[in-house]
C-alpha cells in the first residue's frame, strides 16, 4: 500500500503525535520510516537535517523553553565544538523529564521571549547560564556575540542582542553558579569583534602582555582615503591582525578581494599578520610572537 503522504504542515519541522492524529495521521502511519522519533510523542522527517533544537521544539512552550546551551545555539552564539548538543529545556515548578532532553529548574523570575519563532531564555539570563560549561574565553567570545553592532546592520535581525553595559551590570548582581566567572568575562566582552576567532585572538595578545587592539577598525592611507577595515589593528605601529578563514581560500571572489586589499594595505605601509586555524588553536605562542616582533619592528623603524 504507498504510503499516506504527510499534510503539507507537517512536512518542514518536527511535530507531535497529537497534532498528527488531528490532522488524520494514524498510529502505524506514524510509525512510518520515513520519520523519526527522536523523543516521546515526537516525529520528524528523516530527510530533514535538523538541530536538537529543532527535534525538541514541539516540547517547548510558554511554560516548557530552550535554555542554556541550546539557547545560545539559538541566539547564535559561537560555540566551541566539544559541547553537550543536546536540548536543554527549563521550566518553573520543576526540571523538564524527558528522555533525550537536559532539563533545569527556572528561578520564579524567570520568563522566555521569543527568537526564531522558538520560546527561549533572554540574551543575558542565557548568558549568565554558560557561565558554568565553558571556559573564560569562549564565555567571553559568547559575550562579544551578544553586544556585537554589525558594521552592516540587518533589519531582519536587530542587533546587538544586548547591550554591553547591561550585561557587566547584569554580572555584576549575580549571585548564582559561575558569578565569579561571569564578571570577569564580562569585563573583557567587547562590541567590536565580529567572530569567535577574533576574540580568541585578542584575548590571546592581550594576555601576553602585547598593546589593546583596535577591533575590526577601518584604515586609511596618508592622504585620509579609507583602505580597509581589519580584524584587529594596531594602529600607530600600523600593524593588522586578520584571521584567515576557509572562506579565503574556498571563495575565489573574496580570494580576489582579499588580495587586492592587502596589496592596498601593504602600499600604505602596514604589516598585515595573517593566522590560521591551526595557528591559533594548536600552536598560539607562534601567533603572539609575530605580532610582537611586528610591532617590535615597528618601533626599530
Same mark, same amino acid.
Given at each position: 500500500?504507498?504510503?499516506?503522504?504527510?499534510?503539507?504542515?507537517?512536512?518542514?519541522?518536527?511535530?507531535?503525535?497529537?497534532?498528527?492524529?488531528?490532522?488524520?495521521?494514524?498510529?502505524?502511519?506514524?510509525?512510518?520510516?520515513?520519520?523519526?522519533?527522536?523523543?516521546?510523542?515526537?516525529?520528524?522527517?528523516?530527510?530533514?537535517?535538523?538541530?536538537?533544537?529543532?527535534?525538541?521544539?514541539?516540547?517547548?512552550?510558554?511554560?516548557?523553553?530552550?535554555?542554556?546551551?541550546?539557547?545560545?545555539?539559538?541566539?547564535?552564539?559561537?560555540?566551541?565544538?566539544?559541547?553537550?548538543?543536546?536540548?536543554?529545556?527549563?521550566?518553573?515548578?520543576?526540571?523538564?523529564?524527558?528522555?533525550?532532553?537536559?532539563?533545569?529548574?527556572?528561578?520564579?523570575?524567570?520568563? /522566555?521571549?521569543?527568537?526564531?519563532?522558538? /520560546?527561549?531564555?533572554?540574551?543575558?539570563?542565557?548568558?549568565?547560564?554558560?557561565?558554568?560549561?565553558?571556559?573564560?574565553?569562549?564565555?567571553?567570545?559568547?559575550?562579544?556575540?551578544?553586544?556585537?553592532?554589525?558594521?552592516? /546592520?540587518?533589519?531582519?535581525?536587530?542587533?546587538?542582542?544586548?547591550?554591553?553595559?547591561?550585561?557587566?551590570?547584569?554580572?555584576?548582581?549575580?549571585?548564582?553558579?559561575?558569578?565569579?566567572?561571569?564578571?570577569?568575562?564580562?569585563?573583557?566582552?567587547?562590541?567590536?569583534?565580529?567572530?569567535?576567532?577574533?576574540?580568541?585572538?585578542?584575548?590571546?595578545?592581550?594576555?601576553?602582555?602585547? /598593546?589593546?587592539?583596535?577591533?575590526?577598525?577601518?584604515?586609511?592611507?596618508?592622504?585620509?582615503?579609507?583602505?580597509?577595515?581589519?580584524?584587529?589593528?594596531?594602529?600607530?605601529?600600523?600593524?593588522?591582525?586578520?584571521?584567515?578563514?576557509?572562506?579565503?581560500?574556498?571563495?575565489?571572489?573574496?580570494?580576489?578581494?582579499?588580495?587586492?586589499?592587502?596589496?592596498?594595505?601593504?602600499?600604505?605601509?602596514?604589516?598585515?599578520?595573517?593566522?590560521?586555524?591551526?595557528?591559533?588553536?594548536?600552536?598560539?605562542?607562534?601567533?603572539?610572537?609575530?605580532?610582537?616582533?611586528?610591532?617590535?619592528?615597528?618601533?626599530?623603524?
Amino acid at each position: 500500500m504507498p504510503r499516506i503522504p504527510l499534510p503539507p504542515p507537517l512536512r518542514d519541522g518536527a511535530f507531535s503525535t497529537a497534532r498528527a492524529t488531528g490532522l488524520g495521521l494514524s498510529p502505524g502511519r506514524l510509525r512510518g520510516r520515513d520519520l523519526l522519533a527522536p523523543h516521546r510523542g515526537v516525529r520528524i522527517p528523516t530527510a530533514l537535517d535538523a538541530s536538537a533544537e529543532d527535534r525538541a521544539a514541539p516540547l517547548s512552550s510558554e511554560r516548557r523553553w530552550f535554555s542554556h546551551l541550546s539557547a545560545a545555539r539559538i541566539w547564535g552564539c559561537p560555540l566551541p565544538p566539544h559541547v553537550d548538543l543536546r536540548a536543554h529545556l527549563s521550566a518553573h515548578r520543576r526540571a523538564p523529564r524527558v528522555a533525550g532532553v537536559v532539563g533545569h529548574k527556572a528561578p520564579p523570575h524567570a520568563a /522566555p521571549v521569543r527568537r526564531r519563532g522558538l /520560546p527561549v531564555s533572554d540574551p543575558i539570563t542565557t548568558w549568565l547560564q554558560l557561565a558554568v560549561v565553558l571556559p573564560f574565553d569562549e564565555l567571553v567570545a559568547c559575550g562579544d556575540h551578544l553586544v556585537h553592532r554589525p558594521r552592516y /546592520p540587518n533589519r531582519a535581525d536587530p542587533r546587538p542582542y544586548v547591550d554591553r553595559e547591561a550585561l557587566v551590570a547584569a554580572a555584576a548582581e549575580y549571585r548564582g553558579r559561575g558569578a565569579i566567572m561571569a564578571r570577569a568575562a564580562a569585563a573583557a566582552v567587547r562590541s567590536h569583534a565580529a567572530s569567535r576567532p577574533e576574540t580568541l585572538i585578542r584575548l590571546l595578545l592581550e594576555r601576553s602582555g602585547l /598593546p589593546i587592539p583596535e577591533l575590526n577598525a577601518d584604515v586609511y592611507d596618508a592622504d585620509g582615503n579609507w583602505i580597509a577595515y581589519c580584524d584587529l589593528v594596531f594602529r600607530d605601529a600600523k600593524v593588522a591582525v586578520e584571521y584567515d578563514g576557509d572562506q579565503h581560500r574556498t571563495d575565489r571572489r573574496q580570494y580576489e578581494r582579499d588580495r587586492q586589499r592587502l596589496d592596498a594595505l601593504a602600499d600604505a605601509g602596514w604589516n598585515v599578520i595573517h593566522v590560521r586555524a591551526d595557528a591559533l588553536f594548536n600552536h598560539p605562542a607562534s601567533v603572539v610572537a609575530r605580532v610582537r616582533r611586528a610591532l617590535e619592528a615597528s618601533r626599530g623603524q
